[in-house]
């Protein structure tokens, strides 16, 4: 197996947990808080995915995950919403911890829920693309994995152009970087930070529709994704956007290359030993503020 | 003549209240519904809720027990699971027997509070200490380890003639139990192992080990992974055209690991078990019936758990303590017949299913029965 | 009852309930499965008060301590199975191995900043799972290890039953009473400055890193106590004890509970033990109603059921400002000062060529100044001309990026902060910071000069705390000379702004110091108590003191200093008399410029 293949294979699994570690960025910056619900939001698309696909014929259609994607991404941004009203908004004056653990709590919920609801049994969800793998100069494109990398692609690219470019985006952030400035020139921070917690969850919706497909998905799958996302936010640069995307494609290659290396268990490890170096050596991360030594 | 009469009645009366106490038997079911194996568990506890409430019209004459039941979460911990141990003894009626958790940690903590209260354990669990440690309260009615994997490598080295096997485990419990049954079933049998891997669950990647794999030259690979990861390992191996015969765990076999693959993706590929009650036209009935009743498809730990609550139930009828009885008992199941090995041993076959690529229903290959015995020869 | 009195009881009775519950469990004729549940709270309870060590009351979220219970229980286990220790040895040597590892962890990983270091915890903890699970050799495993033995000393085994469970929670007592004895003391104390404000606390002489790494391996100690315990209770071990849901459980524990309060912890422990217990009817959907009530908890009691409860207490005994009845202490009772009359014109404190950038900002380009001792030093310049910066570097908040910083003729630019604290510098901030949790005594005490606050005070027996006894009456003396002795029994929060400026003259006092740096001193006083403020720097200054001053108000300070710099854009432009440098035309512009008012 050649290394073009892995880099293949970690693109896909590497744009997926981008899309898990932006959602997660969003929501840190938009409230300060750390949701360590991120991964069971993930899981929780990939079953709403599930429940949805069964509720609708989507066998008839070549392109069944393409119509199930934007109805995934409002269920998760619905869920996000409920989850700063519910977990956030009243805990947003008291130290961060309380909103960490008010996560902890809902990401539980989730678990469980799901864990009722659909049982434990891992599950998958109806491919973006139907189709068979292509094969390129000796390196297997599975179709599913290509429409994952452009998917996520093109939300990251739209979603760049909302926080950049449009009044909505810029609001977004003003409201980040100084809520109480943004409150008094009559910028709405309660519903934008809402909208972050929003978009934060549909993206890890969406992410959680993509990755079902390919990796499968179980009620108990949450807490993998929320400390891959934890980690590549860390390495990228905490609070970064760029970084948290790069971070997660970072994280998802080492993995994939140290798989090919090592046994899996010890690539598993390797993982931690190299984080905790580079937190050694280079605490800010790769964009990051310059966090580094105390005074 | 009033004494005899009188002694009669009081006869009477005893051997009604001795009926009446036989008549209430509760059964706590101690299953991990949450956590790493609630997979197995939920299976477990809908077998053992469909032999304690079948639906036969005939019932009543069939069951002079009445069996209660109550459900207890094991959460796939050893401290829950001792936790609702206690609770459950703590019920109105003391329970002389339970069904135990599938996790052999979770099992192995409460195999000294069973030996305490005289309960008896009954197991679906396979891994092989459980009966190793003198316990005279545990009775398995899923085949051990020992017994599944000698299945499993016997398969693979004299059905398939394969000489240097690749084995891929979890770095679970199960997988590492199965690990170390499998190597030295292996040599024993005169082949290599030539390629192992530990593979945590959260692994989605499996390029990796399938690239080593291929490297090693292994002619045959054994997989000992849990439902998810022998799916994406199975998904990944066909998409890199990986052409190796596999035999997997028991995991291969559940109708759920089979609902994640496309039948082309498991062409080539066989799994021990203990039954097979979807594929199985012999168990046909019960697998309707189960999939009646609890909307689901059975699997090996399902059945293993329904034979085991009637065994349970049989052995309650006799006189004596339970556990003494199960010793004794030769139970004809739906799977097999169990009996003891005198070490709480109940089950000593295995089958291995085979898919043939078209379907995802697999058929049953090949019946083994003791080869764990036979192997040895 | 006196406002001292008062406190302390405010803080005892949440913990006297929670003791009192837990003893009515017991007695009511508990069953095995209750004292079941019992002795594992107990277990985590002791994980839980050792995680506020670095959680609560440092504040630093270590996500290790699942891994340090799980070390414990693995520790005491293997030695027990493996080289057939009984208890007495195998617990105290699974602690010390939690100790040394925190130690090696702690020395590498503790000076990250917060999320950092977290993730840094993770790592070790992820690590550490992985090697319980693939050295199967020694630990068994994914299987784990069975038939550990329960509670042996010396030959004789703890009986099962409510023995053991008594076994456990007296050390969960100990620890409970190790744990009273952090927060009542002067260390204590000083943990909560270092929390509330880590700068301030560092000028007061408190070593962050030495705290740190003292509460870290205090939380590790407590940790590997409770999962050693926790093992020879349950009687296997495997690596769910390791795994990172022991760590989301031990968190939401201490947070529900309360992170900063020893009933906290035991409150936590009890209710998450007990309540996925309590919902068992529901079956399967037990722990999304556990979910569903952790959020409702938080929601409702966002700081933890021991600070709703506290808070609750405290509006019923109302504000504590009633002072005690304690007497002033003479100041004969307060040893001599350490400014000894020097020759006047050497200068206690002199900076030569200070210049620091932060990101693409000059903040300071190349300052050269000196106090003399008992001179008063007015810094004057308009917004942004590097003031409050220079006074950070002398209090070693930063490195400069070039020059030099000489106290009494040392080279004190690469002490940390709290080394310059302990060598003479004290520092007052803007916005008083002071801890809100603590007396105004106790926060000017933490800071008293020669009295150092150790680890080690954790353990004495309680009741005899003679250095917090000295120190607060040093405290008491340094707030008579700041015109601050009503306010003693305050709490932080509560104190009124000029009061806390007072305060925190106060704590600069009682160090002894012999430069007072001063941040903004008469900001949002009125004209009396600006009054009263100049009055009393000039006595500290007489008596050998040097003061700078950086202020806004002309009024204020003019009459005030001695001597006067003006900063402008990083560089002096002026030195000299009050006088000749307002009417420096460099100046003038400078404001004016600037649009500043003279």
Same mark, same amino acid.
């Given at each position: 197996m050649s290394w073009a293949q892995i880099a293949i294979d970690g693109l896909a699994l590497g744009a997926a947990y981008?899309?898990?570690?932006?959602?997660?960025?969003?929501?840190? #910056?938009?409230?300060?808080?750390? #949701?360590?619900?991120?991964?069971?939001?993930?899981?929780?698309?990939?079953?709403?995915?599930?429940?949805?696909?069964?509720?609708?014929?989507?066998?008839?259609?070549?392109?069944?995950?393409?119509?199930?994607?934007?109805?995934?991404?409002?269920? $998760? $941004? $619905?869920?996000?919403?409920?989850?700063?009203?519910?977990?956030?908004?009243?805990?947003?004056?008291?130290?961060?911890?309380?909103?960490?653990?008010?996560?902890?709590?809902?990401?539980?919920?989730?678990?469980?829920?799901? #864990?009722?609801?659909?049982?434990?049994?891992?599950?998958? %969800?109806?491919?973006?693309?139907?189709?068979?793998?292509?094969?390129?100069?000796?390196?297997?494109?599975?179709?599913? /994995?290509?429409?994952?990398?452009? %998917?996520?692609?093109?939300?990251? &690219?739209? &979603?760049?152009?909302? &926080?950049?470019? %449009?009044?909505?985006?810029?609001?977004?952030?003003?409201?980040?970087?100084?809520?109480?400035?943004?409150r008094a020139i009559g910028i709405p921070v309660r519903r934008l930070t809402a909208l972050a917690f929003a978009l934060g969850a549909g993206l890890a919706?969406?992410?959680? &529709?993509?990755?079902? #497909?390919?990796?499968?998905? %179980?009620?108990?799958?949450?807490?993998?994704?929320?400390?891959?996302?934890?980690?590549?936010?860390?390495? $990228?640069?905490?609070?970064?956007?760029?970084?948290?995307?790069?971070?997660?494609?970072?994280?998802?290659?080492?993995?994939?290359?140290?798989?090919?290396?090592? /046994?899996? /268990?010890?690539?598993?490890?390797?993982?931690?030993?190299?984080l905790l170096l580079a937190l050694l050596f280079k605490p800010e991360g790769l964009f990051g503020e310059a966090a580094g030594r105390r005074a | 003549m009033k004494t005899v009469l009188f002694l009669a009645a009081l006869a009477a009366l005893h051997a009604a209240a001795a009926a009446r106490a036989q008549d209430r038997f509760h059964l706590p079911l101690l299953v991990p519904i949450t956590g790493a194996l609630a997979l197995e568990g939920q299976s477990e506890r809908d077998g053992a809720l469909l032999a304690l409430d079948p639906p036969t019209a005939a019932g009543d004459a069939a069951r002079p027990l009445r069996p209660s039941h109550a459900v207890f979460d094991t959460g796939s911990n050893p401290q829950l699971a001792v936790q609702a141990f206690e609770r459950a003894m703590a019920a109105e009626i003391r329970p002389r027997a339970m069904l135990g958790p599938i996790d052999g940690n979770s099992m192995l903590a409460l195999l000294p509070l069973a030996e305490r209260e005289k309960v008896a354990l009954l197991s679906v669990s396979g891994t092989a200490r459980l009966t190793e440690l003198g316990n005279a309260h545990i009775f398995r009615f899923f085949p051990s380890d020992v017994v599944v994997k000698a299945a499993q +490598?016997? =398969?693979?080295?004299?059905?398939?003639?394969?000489?240097?096997?690749?084995?891929?485990?979890?770095?679970?419990?199960?997988?590492?139990?199965?690990?170390?049954?499998?190597?030295?079933?292996?040599?024993?049998?005169?082949? +290599?192992?030539? =390629?192992?891997?530990?593979?945590?669950?959260?692994?989605?990647?499996?390029?990796?080990?399938? +690239?080593?794999?291929?490297d090693s030259g292994a002619d045959a690979v054994l997989l000992q992974l849990h439902s998810g990861s022998s799916a994406l390992f199975l998904k990944q191996a066909a998409r890199a055209g990986l052409a190796l015969p596999i035999v997997g765990g028991s995991a291969l076999h559940q109708p759920s690991t089979a609902a994640l693959l496309e039948p082309a993706e498991l062409k080539g590929v066989c799994a021990e078990t203990a039954s097979a009650p979807a594929a199985d036209p012999g168990l046909a009935g019960f697998a309707r019936i189960f999939r009646e009743r609890m909307k689901s498809e059975p699997d090996a730990f399902a059945l293993a758990a329904f034979d085991a609550v009637n065994a349970a139930l049989a052995a309650a009828r006799m006189p004596g303590p339970l556990a003494e009885s199960l010793a004794k008992i030769r139970h004809p199941g739906l799977a097999m017949t169990y009996e003891s090995d005198g070490k709480g041993n109940m089950a000593h076959d295995a089958i291995i299913v085979c898919y043939d690529g078209a379907s995802r229903t697999p058929r049953i290959a090949k019946r083994y029965a003791r080869p764990h015995e036979a192997a040895r020869r | 009852m006196s406002g001292r009195a008062r406190i302390a009881a405010a803080r005892a009775a949440p913990l006297s309930l929670a003791a009192a519950a837990a003893v009515a469990l017991l007695a009511a004729g508990a069953g095995a499965y209750e004292l079941r549940l019992l002795a594992i709270a107990g277990c985590y309870a002791l994980a839980v008060l050792g995680y506020q060590f670095i959680f609560g009351r440092v504040g630093a979220l270590s996500l290790a301590q699942g891994a340090f219970f799980g070390l414990g229980a693995y520790a005491s286990a293997l030695l027990a199975l493996k080289l057939g220790w009984d208890f007495a040895r195998s617990f105290?040597?699974?602690?010390?191995? !939690?100790?040394?590892?925190?130690?090696?962890?702690?020395?590498?990983?503790?000076?990250?900043?917060?999320?950092?270091?977290?993730?840094?915890?993770?790592?070790?903890?992820?690590?550490?799972?992985?090697?319980?699970?693939?050295?199967?050799?020694?630990? *068994?495993?994914?299987?784990?290890?069975?038939?550990?033995? *329960?509670?042996?000393?010396?030959?004789?085994?703890?009986? @099962?039953?409510?023995?053991?469970?008594?076994?456990?929670?007296?050390? !969960?007592?100990?620890?409970?009473?190790? !744990?009273?004895?952090?927060?009542?003391?002067?260390y204590g104390d000083g943990a909560r400055l270092l929390r509330a404000e880590p700068l301030a606390a560092a000028a007061a002489g408190i070593d962050a890193a030495g705290r740190r790494l003292a509460a870290f391996l205090l939380s590790a100690a407590f940790g590997a106590a409770g999962g050693a315990l926790y093992v020879h209770t349950l009687g296997v071990v495997s690596p769910e004890a390791m795994q990172f849901d022991v760590m989301v459980l031990i968190l939401c524990m201490a947070v529900i509970g309360g992170r900063n309060a020893v009933a906290g912890a035991i409150v936590g422990a009890l209710l998450l033990v007990h309540l996925p217990e309590w919902f068992r009817a529901l079956e399967g959907w037990r722990y999304l109603a556990y979910g569903a009530g952790l959020l409702l908890v938080i929601v409702a009691a966002p700081e933890g059921i021991a600070g709703a409860v506290e808070a609750l207490w405290r509006r019923r005994l109302g504000n504590t400002a009633a002072p005690?009845? @304690?007497?002033?202490?003479?100041?004969?009772?307060?040893?001599?000062?350490?400014?000894?009359?020097? !020759?006047?014109?050497?200068a206690i404190l002199a900076v030569q060529g200070l210049a620091i950038a932060f990101g693409g900002n000059r903040a300071l380009a190349g300052v050269t100044l000196f106090v003399r001792p008992g001179e008063i030093l007015g810094l004057i310049g308009p917004n942004g001309s590097g003031k409050t910066t220079l006074l950070n570097l002398l209090s070693g908040f930063h490195r400069p990026d070039a020059g030099r910083i000489f106290l009494d003729g040392r080279d004190a630019t690469r002490d940390p902060a709290w080394r310059r604290a302990r060598a003479g510098i004290a520092r007052s901030f803007q916005h008083g910071a002071l801890a809100g949790d603590l007396t105004a005594l106790d926060n000017v005490a933490l800071a008293a000069y020669g009295i150092r606050a150790r680890a080690a005070d954790v353990f004495r027996l309680p009741g005899r705390d003679a250095k917090r006894r000295r120190a607060r009456d040093a405290a008491l003396s340094a707030l008579a000379k700041a015109g601050a002795a009503g306010a003693a029994h305050t709490m932080g929060a509560d104190l009124a702004p000029a009061e806390r400026r007072r305060v925190e003259l106060a704590r600069a006092l009682v160090a002894e110091p012999r430069v007072i740096l001063l941040d903004e001193p008469a900001a949002g006083l009125s004209d009396a108590e600006k009054a009263a403020l100049r009055s009393a720097l000039r006595e500290i200054a007489a008596r050998g003191i040097a003061i700078v001053v950086v202020d806004h108000g002309m009024p204020f300070l003019i009459p005030l200093a001695s001597r006067v710099v003006c900063l402008d854009a990083g560089r002096v432009i002026a030195a000299g008399a009050p006088a000749d440098v307002i009417a420096d035309p460099e100046v003038r512009r400078a404001y004016l410029g600037a649009g500043a008012v003279l």
């Open positions: 981008a899309l898990v570690a932006l959602g997660f960025v969003l929501i840190l #910056n938009a409230a300060g808080a750390v #949701n360590f619900a991120q991964g069971d939001l993930v899981m929780a698309g990939g079953f709403a995915a599930i429940a949805l696909a069964s509720a609708l014929p989507l066998d008839a259609l070549p392109v069944p995950g393409l119509v199930l994607a934007p109805l995934v991404a409002l269920a $998760g $941004g $619905g869920a996000g919403w409920i989850v700063a009203e519910v977990a956030y908004r009243p805990l947003r004056h008291r130290p961060p911890v309380a909103v960490f653990i008010a996560t902890i709590a809902v990401g539980i919920m989730l678990q469980h829920g799901a #864990n009722g609801i659909f049982g434990a049994a891992e599950r998958r %969800t109806p491919p973006l693309v139907s189709g068979d793998a292509v094969v390129v100069g000796g390196v297997t494109l599975s179709l599913q /994995s290509l429409a994952i990398v452009a %998917t996520a692609a093109i939300v990251i &690219l739209l &979603l760049h152009r909302l &926080l950049e470019r %449009t009044q909505l985006g810029r609001r977004l952030r003003a409201a980040a970087e100084d809520p109480e400035m943004a919706a969406l992410a959680g &529709l993509l990755l079902a #497909n390919v990796y499968f998905v %179980t009620p108990t799958a949450g807490l993998a994704f929320m400390l891959k996302a934890y980690i590549a936010v860390t390495i $990228g640069g905490w609070g970064s956007l760029r970084g948290a995307v790069i971070g997660a494609f970072l994280v998802a290659l080492f993995e994939v290359a140290a798989g090919r290396l090592f /046994s899996a /268990s010890l690539a598993d490890a390797l993982l931690y030993a190299a | +490598a016997r =398969y693979a080295v004299q059905e398939l003639q394969r000489r240097k096997i690749a084995l891929v485990y979890q770095n679970t419990a199960y997988g590492q139990s199965g690990n170390e049954q499998l190597g030295r079933w292996i040599e024993s049998l005169g082949a +290599a192992v030539v =390629y192992r891997n530990s593979v945590p669950v959260t692994t989605k990647e499996m390029s990796g080990v399938i +690239a080593q794999v291929r | 105290p040597a699974a602690i010390a191995l !939690a100790v040394a590892l925190a130690a090696v962890v702690g020395a590498t990983v503790l000076r990250l900043a917060s999320h950092y270091f977290a993730l840094a915890t993770l790592a070790v903890a992820e690590l550490m799972h992985i090697l319980v699970i693939e050295w199967v050799s020694l630990t *068994g495993g994914g299987n784990g290890l069975p038939n550990v033995p *329960g509670f042996v000393l010396f030959g004789w085994a703890v009986p @099962r039953g409510w023995p053991v469970t008594a076994f456990v929670w007296a050390f !969960a007592a100990l620890g409970i009473a190790l !744990a009273a004895n952090y927060s009542r003391s002067l005690s009845g @304690r007497t002033l202490v003479p100041d004969a009772a307060v040893p001599a000062a350490r400014a000894a009359p020097f !020759a006047e014109d050497r």
